[in-house]
């Protein structure tokens, strides 16, 4: 499966005005535009008259950041839809346009023909106001606006909603290769994380799961009898996180609060067999936060949550701001599950201890069971919400994914920003890179347990960010670690091992 994604075809609207001037000389131009998300018969028929009437079909696409055909629409990204139509014989350019109507383009084209399918041609209020503004500009310099004949009708959204493809591969190797990385540059920025210095300050949860059978009940009142087979505890919240870094890093700190409870000793017991060092706090009316789930023939049954969500102290609070006042990490991480220690003024009191140009900054805000707010970590060089934490901030329900992830970027002044889709694996963004949207799936192969693949993601991706500098690097480190964790059973650290197999497997799709 060896392939190259690259194109001469495509060129930079920039250079647009400078290309065609010369052509025109002695060409007809024809210029065509759309998503084309995926490319259809319809699309291809669309092509063919076009090239009929003129000697250079030129092909422009409307960029991520101005589709809005759906909310996770393009499925495919603008850089790879460029690639196939460049491979396409008969399509001479290609040009993603980086506005929200090809009007400024079609003036530095200047094509002889601007086409429009047949269904352009209707009355419609929205497409009849676009198409006679393309039609005036075309018509300024003496084009003509056509439109192609519509003998055979198709739909890239009816084609994506009923049979969607899989391109988890073509979406890696085309962001593989546009910063040059291996797969063996993967496994050597993974072994380089070993040094760095982390402190994960956040709370700590113990999940548990209980196997139950279900032995009788809803006779006469509708309660279910269940008899427990048995129970596992897994440490969760800030202590996971801390767990996945762990297995990268030699250096590791965990700073929270604990009950003064058996759960709490389970905690300290795992946190230690782990080399996890720890700043524990204790207040005597606190529990350690305990999550139970109770499942029967793998469903679950019901959630019995053992918390206490009152905010911590001022004393413990004024100790943690002291012990992270202190810290000489290289990254922090906020990992806020709103069961005490973070509100939107506590946030605000542990930023102000710490020196924004020496720490790298992380948050991650879970509102599963609370309702947190990612909008309340600001500045941050690295947030990682789901899309419904970020829809919850942002008070935007049907709001497309790419422009949600640019509204939240803009709202939280953080220099880079993944956000986790869940079996749609994620999208990032970084304010280097404008609207350019990293896009990739996961690469589960037999999905064991997704739970807790969020925190394998936070932590390697970023580490690796700021290690490499590069959000293509870690999003796709954190997407290979969110893909191993769905193969684990239980709220476990993906170790390096695994990644590295991981990697390794997926290398041989390219061979």
């Given at each position: 499966?060896?392939f ?15 290309i065609f ?11 065509c535009?759309?998503?084309f ?5 319809g699309h291809?028929r ?11 079909l ?8 101005f ?12 850089n ?8 396409i014989e008969i399509v001479?350019?290609v ?14 084209v ?5 086409a ?7 009355q ?12 005036k500009?075309?018509e300024t ?5 056509i439109?192609?004949p ?6 890239s959204?009816?084609i994506?909603?009923?049979?969607p493809?899989d391109?988890?591969f073509?979406?890696?190797k085309?962001?593989?290769d ?7 540059d993967?496994?050597?920025?993974i ?6 210095k ?8 113990v ?6 059978k279900v032995?009788g009940g ?6 279910l009898?269940i008899?427990v087979?048995d129970?596992?505890?897994y ?15 030699d250096?590791?700190e965990?700073i ?7 759960k709490?000793?389970?905690?300290k017991?795992?946190?230690d067999?782990l080399?996890i060092?720890?700043?524990i ?5 606190r529990?350690?936060?305990n ?20 905010y911590?102290?001022?004393e413990?609070?004024?100790l943690?701001i ?8 290289d ?7 709103r069961?005490?220690i ?6 605000k009191?542990?930023l ?9 900054l992380v948050?991650?805000?879970q509102v ?7 909008l309340d970590f600001k ?8 899309e419904?934490?970020a829809r919850?901030a942002?008070?935007e ?9 640019t509204?939240?970027m803009k709202k ?5 920003l993944?956000?986790?889709l869940?079996e749609r694996g994620l ?10 949207y990293i896009?990739?799936?996961p690469f589960?192969k ?6 807790g ?5 936070l ?6 960010l700021y290690?490499?500098n590069s959000l293509?690097?870690?999003s796709i ?7 191993c ?12 091992e ?5 990697i ?6 390219f061979?």
């Amino acid at each position: 499966m060896k392939f190259q994604f690259k194109s001469k075809k495509i060129i930079n609207e920039n250079s647009a005005e400078k290309i065609f001037s010369k052509i025109k000389k002695n060409k007809k131009v024809i210029q065509c535009h759309g998503v084309f998300d995926l490319v259809h018969p319809g699309h291809l028929r669309h092509f063919l008259y076009c090239k009929s009437i003129a000697n250079i079909l030129v092909v422009s696409i409307t960029s991520d950041s101005f589709i809005k055909k759906g909310i996770y629409r393009p499925l495919v990204p603008e850089n790879l839809r460029a690639i196939n139509l460049a491979a396409i014989e008969i399509v001479d350019y290609v040009i993603i346009n980086r506005k929200k109507t090809p009007n400024s383009l079609i003036k530095k084209v200047k094509p002889d023909f601007f086409a429009k399918g047949l269904e352009y041609s209707s009355q419609d209020s929205s497409n009849k106001i676009l198409t006679n503004k393309e039609k005036k500009i075309v018509e300024t310099y003496g084009g003509k606006l056509i439109f192609t004949p519509g003998d055979f009708v198709n739909s890239s959204s009816k084609i994506i909603n009923y049979y969607p493809p899989d391109l988890k591969f073509e979406k890696l190797k085309l962001l593989m290769d546009t910063e040059s990385i291996k797969f063996n540059d993967l496994i050597k920025h993974i072994r380089e994380l070993k040094k760095i210095k982390i402190t994960v300050i956040g709370d700590i949860i113990v999940d548990t799961v209980s196997n139950c059978k279900v032995i009788g009940g809803l006779h006469k009142t509708p309660t279910l009898s269940i008899q427990v087979a048995d129970s596992k505890d897994y440490i969760g919240g800030a202590a996971i996180v801390a767990a996945h870094l762990k297995s990268f890093s030699d250096n590791v700190e965990i700073i929270s609060t604990l009950g003064n409870d058996k759960k709490g000793s389970f905690v300290k017991r795992e946190l230690d067999r782990l080399g996890i060092k720890k700043k524990i706090f204790y207040e005597n009316t606190r529990p350690t936060t305990n999550k139970n789930s109770f499942f029967a023939q793998k469903h679950k049954l019901i959630k019995i949550d053992t918390v206490n969500n009152n905010y911590i102290g001022e004393e413990i609070l004024n100790l943690m701001i002291a012990h992270i006042k202190k810290s000489k990490s290289d990254i922090i991480f906020f990992s806020d599950f709103r069961h005490g220690i973070f509100n939107n003024q506590t946030i605000k009191k542990f930023l102000n201890v710490l020196n924004y140009s020496k720490s790298f900054l992380v948050a991650d805000s879970q509102v599963a069971s609370r309702w947190g707010n990612i909008l309340d970590f600001k500045n941050f060089n690295l947030i990682t919400p789901t899309e419904n934490e970020a829809r919850l901030a942002l008070f935007e329900q049907d709001l497309g994914i790419r422009p949600l992830a640019t509204k939240l970027m803009k709202k939280s002044n953080s220099k880079n920003l993944i956000m986790k889709l869940g079996e749609r694996g994620l999208i990032a963004l970084s304010k280097k890179r404008k609207s350019d949207y990293i896009s990739l799936d996961p690469f589960v192969k037999n999905l064991v347990d997704a739970n807790g693949a969020g925190d394998a993601l936070l932590a390697y991706s970023a580490a690796s960010l700021y290690k490499t500098n590069s959000l293509i690097v870690s999003s796709i480190i954190g997407i290979l670690a969110a893909s191993c964790k769905c193969e684990m059973e239980g709220n476990v650290p993906v170790t390096i091992e695994a990644l590295e197999n991981k990697i390794k497997e997926i290398s041989t799709f390219f061979k």
